[in-house]
Structures are given as C-alpha cells and as structure tokens.
C-alpha cells in the first residue's frame, strides 16, 4: 500500500489567540497534491506549519511520514520550498543564490556549485545566470525561486503560488517545468494556488481548505477516471428499445424529456458502440456532451457544501 | 552531470555536517565584504596601529635602536600594563568602527527581500542562523583585538626574555576575555540593529546611538540625583572599568581613580544584560520575519 505523503491527525494551529486551522483530519496519498481555498482560508499555514515554523495547538502533521513539530529538522532536509512572497537576496547572482541555498541544505560546495548551474539551467534562467537576482523580472525571480527549491534535490517540493505575476507563456512554461519535475523522479509535489487551471494541470489530489477546515479531500485520478464515462445525449426517435439496448451493454440510462438522455458508460463501453446502438436503431443523436467534473465544479462543489454546513449559503 | 543536459535530476551525493551549516552563512558573507573596497581600507586601517606598538616593543627591547634615538632612560619603554591597556583600548575601538560598517547589513540583506524563509525552510535552525552572522563579527572583531593583543604578548615575551613571559602571563586573561565581552556586546547589538533597520546608514546611526544615549541619560540621572551609579548606562565606562580592573591599572590610565567607582561585578552585569536584551530582540526581530504571511 503507498505510504501517505502528508497525514493530518486533528490538526489545531492557533496564532495568538486566533484558531487559524481546526481539527483538520485527512490522509493525502497521491504525489502530486494541489492546495486550494479561498483567501484567509489556512493554506499558507498549513504549508507553514508542515514547514515546522508553526507548532501544532493540537493534533498532529506528518510529512512523508516524520512529524513536522518533532521531526522539523529531518523533514526540513527533504523539502524544498518555494515561498509565495519575494524571497531572494538581491546583489547576489542568481547561480551564487541558488549555490548559497543548497549549501545551507547541505551540500558540498563543489556540488552545490555544480547543481546550481544545473538548476538554472533547467528552470530556462540559464543565460540570466550571472545577473544580480534583483534585476531579474517578477517572472524570471519565480523561476529563480523554482531553482534555489530543486537544486538540493529535495523529496518534497512545496510551492506556494508558483505563477504568480507570471505572463501566459511564462506560467505555461512553469506548469510544464512542475509536470516534468513531478514525472522525472520520485518528488512529491504540493502545490498551493488560487489558480485551480494550475492545481488541475499538475496535481493528482486537491485538498480543498475553507475557513481552516477541510472542505474536501478530491482525488482528481479518480474523478476524471469516473467523469470520462458520463454522456449527456439529445436524440430523436429514441424508444424504450435505444436504452433498454444501451444497457445490456452494461450503461446505466436516465430518460428525460425531448429525447435527452443521460447515460453513464462503463469502461469497457467506447462512445462509438453508442453510435452504432443508435444506427441500428434510426435514432439521430443531435448533440452529444462528453461532459466531466471540472475542478472548477469539485470547488465550488465543496465552498456551497460548507457554506451551507456552517449557515452562510 | 553536464548543464546542456536538461532534465530534473534528485540529489544522492553526501552532504556535510549539519553542524558545520552555519559556517556557510560566515563563507558567504566574508567573501560580499571582501568585495567591498572600503572595507577592506578599514580593516587595514584599524591593524595599522598594531605596527606602531609592535614597533614599540621592538624599541622597548632594542638598546642599540634606543642608543640611536639617543634615549637616555632605560625606563622610558616599558611594556607593562599600562601598554597593554593603551593598545586594548585603540583596537576596541578600531573594533567599534569596523562593526559599525559591518554589522548593519549581515540581517538587513537578507530581510530586505525576504530570504529569511528559505534559509529557515532548510535543516538550518534560527539559532544557526544568528550563529553564522555572529561568527562573521566574532572572526573579524578578533582579529583587530585579542589575537593581535596575544601576537604583542608572544613578541614581547620572545623579545624580553628573562622570564617576562611567566610574571606577566596573567595579562592573557584580561585580553581574551575583555576582548571577548566587547567583541560579543558589540555583534549582538548590531545584529538586533541589523535586524530591524534596513538602511545602512540609519543602522550606523542607531548602533552610536545605542552606545551614547544611554550614557547621556546616566549623566542626567547622576546630575538629577546626585549619585554615580547611573554612570552603569554609559556601556563604553563599564568595559574600561573592567579592562582598568582586569590588567590592575593604578595609574589613573583611565581617568582619575574614584572613590565611588561602580564595583566590577555591575559592571559585567551591565554588559551581559546589554548582550542578554540585544540576544531578546534580534530573536523577536528574527521570529516574526521568518514565516511568509499568506
């Protein structure tokens, strides 16, 4: 069975005297994980608290599997992190940057050295290696924080808001980096972001936070798996035989009025066996949606759920 | 692997020693200042003064120099401790003017675009963190005080002979730790400086400020209560009180002997809860920086 990436046991996180993160509880197994909710919701104390910066008021957070309060400095040694904010010291070349934070997670200058350069390269900074990271554009110090997070080779990469201020071509190309990172090796990935095209893109299980509690736990694999199946029809000419037929196939039909049928198709059923059912049958089927859940949907599935749970919708 | 090759590769060399990480942080920050050329001015300014009382020693135990220069008394070069006194107080404050350049900007620097969260993402704790930048002052600020103070000792004691150095190895003592406690109050409070101002020249500012505020209250208070223990805020007094008691000054080197001189021990306990409050606010200034509001 595969271990849990991250596990959330009664999570309680207060600042002052404020509870930023109630009781969250869930176990997330997939390695690439999308961190999503509202603003205010608890994200970046989540991430902050998994980093080991917050101390748990209750419960605990494991990280592939070591506790973040007792564990934080083993944990902190598979990590790489890249903030949602500026963070990066502006004289300083970009390749020297990224060498000092890999020597600080531990490795051999030589080492460091060379990684950074590597990482610079990759992230597509190659050329801006040598420039002070301050004259880089908003852009370009994403890129740079992307490579100062991978450069050490962590397990885990944590990525708040990685696209922000990004131009279209530029987050595009971020997106791209993140989904090679995630099938190049064994990291596990989680990603924070408003963005839910992002998350969608590149994660395999959304946690979904909203008021510092858990929303919803969606495992996206699966969802798409589920929704890949799901037809929505208009025909003409349909009778009792069209579905009756269907489902000897093994689909499961829902009639409505005007010839609209909804029809949930196991896997083994392609779409073009619905095509032929109808031919042989002389039904015309006037607009076929092949429709699926989008993130989207499993979001503000999740936000009306709360909302209606804790009285606000 | 070549840096043509590009693709995600994960890490499995060796990794150093998690106690040695701090160091990296002094690696770093000594190799911006020597890219400063004014720093490096400095720092040759303030060993200047070592040569002049080296040379001193060199005259002091030289007769055939000392005929040449026509000195007629023997006793006109001494090197006792009143020498050792003169060339401790030239190089604290040689010591002073080097943190005041330096200090202000080993925190600033990486608060100022927020690095701080990366540095302490990584196994890489607060406390290492404030070890490094202190390390950056601490190697520095010795090598204008005591390790110069050890090398005229070890000079004078070659040059003199005659069992000079085991009279007078006691003075080791006071030059290490008056060195030590200067060297320690002085990187404290500039890295709490450090951490909270991020101008340069307003930290500079705040750093004389911190040493003669304070004093210009205590003289108030003395002038308002006609007492003499608010001369315990004037911080430089209380380390030439110390050095004065360490090297058992008699003379009156450091200003007329007083009747109502503060005792030794207040005056260590000054400069310790000086270190103490600058030690509280640097990890205050430190904590609330470290974590990326969301």
Same mark, same amino acid.
């Given at each position: 069975?595969?271990?849990?990436?991250?596990?959330?046991?009664?999570?309680?996180?207060?600042?002052?005297?404020?509870?930023?993160?109630?009781?969250?509880?869930?176990?997330?197994?997939?390695?690439?994980?999308?961190?999503?909710?509202?603003?205010?919701?608890?994200?970046?104390?989540?991430?902050?608290?998994?980093?080991?910066?917050?101390?748990?008021?209750?419960?605990?957070?494991?990280?592939?599997?070591?506790?973040?309060?007792?564990?934080?400095?083993?944990?902190?040694?598979?990590?790489?992190?890249?903030?949602?904010?500026?963070?990066?010291?502006?004289?300083?070349?970009?390749?020297?940057?990224?060498?000092?934070?890999?020597?600080?997670?531990?490795?051999?200058?030589?080492?460091?050295?060379?990684?950074?350069?590597?990482?610079?390269?990759?992230?597509?900074?190659?050329?801006?290696?040598?420039?002070?990271?301050?004259?880089?554009?908003?852009?370009?110090?994403?890129?740079?924080?992307?490579?100062?997070?991978?450069?050490?080779?962590?397990?885990?990469?944590?990525?708040?808001?990685?696209?922000?201020?990004?131009?279209?071509?530029?987050?595009?190309?971020?997106?791209?980096?993140?989904?090679?990172?995630?099938?190049?090796?064994?990291?596990?990935?989680?990603?924070?972001?408003?963005?839910?095209?992002?998350?969608?893109?590149?994660?395999?299980?959304?946690?979904?936070?909203?008021?510092?509690?858990?929303?919803?736990?969606?495992?996206?694999?699966?969802?798409?798996?589920?929704?890949?199946?799901?037809?929505?029809?208009?025909?003409?000419?349909?009778?009792?035989?069209?579905?009756?037929?269907?489902?000897?196939?093994?689909?499961?039909?829902?009639?409505?009025?005007?010839?609209?049928?909804?029809?949930?198709?196991?896997?083994?059923?392609?779409?073009?066996?619905?095509?032929?059912?109808?031919?042989?049958?002389?039904?015309?089927?006037?607009?076929?949606?092949?429709?699926?859940?989008?993130?989207?949907?499993?979001?503000?599935?999740?936000?009306?759920?709360?909302?209606?749970?804790?009285?606000?919708? | 692997?070549?840096?043509?090759?590009?693709?995600?590769?994960?890490?499995?060399?060796?990794?150093?020693?998690?106690?040695?990480?701090?160091?990296?942080?002094?690696?770093?920050?000594?190799?911006?200042?020597?890219?400063?050329?004014?720093?490096?001015?400095?720092?040759?300014?303030?060993?200047?003064?070592?040569?002049?009382?080296?040379?001193?020693?060199?005259? &002091?135990?030289?007769?055939?120099?000392?005929?040449?220069?026509?000195?007629?008394?023997? @006793?006109?070069?001494?090197?006792?401790?009143?020498?050792?006194?003169?060339?401790?107080?030239?190089?604290?404050? &040689?010591?002073?003017?080097?943190?005041?350049?330096?200090?202000?900007?080993?925190?600033?620097?990486?608060?100022?675009?927020?690095?701080?969260?990366?540095? $302490?993402?990584?196994?890489?704790?607060?406390?290492?963190?404030?070890?490094?930048?202190?390390?950056?002052?601490?190697?520095?600020?010795? &090598?204008?005080?005591?390790?110069?103070?050890?090398?005229?000792?070890?000079?004078?004691?070659?040059?003199?002979?005659?069992?000079?150095?085991?009279?007078?190895?006691?003075?080791?003592?006071?030059?290490?730790?008056?060195? &030590?406690?200067?060297?320690?109050?002085?990187?404290?409070?500039?890295?709490?400086?450090?951490?909270?101002?991020?101008?340069?020249?307003?930290?500079?500012?705040?750093?004389?400020?911190?040493?003669?505020?304070?004093?210009?209250?205590?003289?108030?208070?003395?002038?308002?209560?006609?007492?003499?223990?608010?001369?315990?805020?004037?911080?430089?007094?209380?380390?030439?009180?110390?050095?004065?008691?360490?090297?058992?000054?008699?003379?009156?080197?450091? @200003?007329?002997?007083?009747?109502?001189?503060?005792?030794?021990?207040?005056?260590? @306990?000054?400069?310790? $809860?000086?270190?103490?409050?600058?030690?509280?606010?640097?990890?205050?200034?430190?904590?609330?920086?470290?974590?990326?509001?969301?």
């Amino acid at each position: 069975m595969m271990n849990a990436t991250i596990e959330l046991n009664g999570l309680e996180v207060q600042l002052g005297n404020r509870t930023i993160l109630h009781g969250l509880t869930g176990v997330l197994k997939s390695h690439a994980i999308g961190l999503l909710g509202p603003n205010g919701a608890g994200k970046s104390t989540l991430i902050n608290t998994l980093l080991g910066f917050h101390s748990p008021s209750k419960g605990s957070a494991r990280v592939l599997g070591l506790d973040s309060h007792s564990n934080g400095s083993a944990l902190r040694s598979l990590v790489g992190y890249m903030p949602e904010n500026e963070a990066f010291i502006s004289k300083m070349s970009g390749v020297r940057f990224v060498r000092y934070m890999a020597e600080i997670s531990g490795l051999p200058p030589d080492q460091a050295m060379e990684r950074a350069h590597e990482a610079f390269v990759y992230v597509g900074l190659g050329e801006a290696r040598y420039r002070p990271v301050g004259t880089y554009s908003l852009g370009m110090k994403q890129l740079a924080k992307l490579a100062q997070a991978i450069a050490h080779g962590p397990k885990l990469l944590i990525l708040d808001e990685p696209t922000n201020g990004m131009d279209p071509p530029a987050r595009k190309r971020l997106i791209e980096l993140i989904r090679e990172i995630r099938e190049a090796s064994d990291i596990c990935l989680l990603l924070s972001s408003h963005l839910l095209h992002d998350v969608e893109e590149t994660c395999d299980e959304v946690l979904i936070l909203r008021n510092g509690q858990i929303a919803s736990i969606c495992n996206l694999v699966e969802e798409r798996r589920a929704n890949r199946k799901f037809l929505e029809l208009e025909t003409i000419g349909a009778e009792a035989t069209f579905t009756s037929t269907l489902e000897s196939l093994g689909c499961e039909c829902a009639v409505f009025s005007n010839g609209r049928i909804k029809v949930v198709m196991p896997d083994k059923v392609e779409i073009r066996e619905v095509f032929k059912v109808a031919a042989d049958r002389g039904v015309q089927i006037r607009r076929m949606n092949h429709r699926r859940d989008s993130l989207e949907d499993i979001f503000l599935n999740a936000m009306e759920q709360t909302g209606a749970a804790d009285g606000r919708i | 692997m070549a840096v043509y090759k590009r693709r995600y590769n994960p890490y499995s060399g060796t990794l150093t020693a998690q106690w040695s990480r701090f160091f990296v942080l002094t690696r770093y920050a000594f190799a911006e200042l020597f890219k400063s050329r004014f720093f490096v001015i400095l720092l040759i300014l303030s060993l200047v003064p070592i040569l002049f009382f080296a040379g001193y020693i060199f005259v &002091a135990n030289n007769k055939a120099v000392q005929l040449l220069m026509q000195m007629r008394s023997a @006793g006109l070069f001494s090197v006792e401790n009143d020498y050792f006194i003169m060339m401790m107080i030239a190089q604290t404050q &040689a010591a002073f003017l080097l943190n005041c350049w330096v200090g202000p900007v080993l925190i600033a620097g990486d608060l100022t675009n927020g690095a701080l969260p990366l540095f $302490l993402s990584r196994p890489f704790s607060r406390a290492d963190y404030v070890l490094g930048k202190l390390a950056v002052l601490g190697l520095l600020l010795s &090598a204008v005080t005591w390790i110069p103070g050890l090398l005229l000792f070890s000079l004078q004691a070659g040059l003199a002979g005659n069992g000079w150095i085991w009279s007078h190895i006691w003075m080791v003592v006071p030059i290490m730790f008056c060195s &030590a406690i200067w060297i320690l109050m002085l990187s404290l409070i500039s890295l709490a400086v450090s951490a909270s101002v991020k101008l340069r020249i307003v930290a500079t500012g705040v750093i004389f400020i911190s040493f003669f505020i304070p004093a210009g209250f205590g003289e108030m208070y003395n002038s308002i209560m006609g007492t003499y223990w608010g001369r315990l805020l004037n911080f430089t007094e209380m380390f030439r009180l110390i050095l004065a008691k360490g090297f058992r000054e008699r003379t009156g080197l450091l @200003g007329p002997l007083s009747r109502n001189e503060i005792p030794v021990p207040a005056a260590w @306990g000054v400069l310790i $809860l000086v270190c103490l409050l600058s030690l509280v606010i640097l990890n205050a200034r430190l904590k609330a920086r470290e974590v990326v509001g969301g």
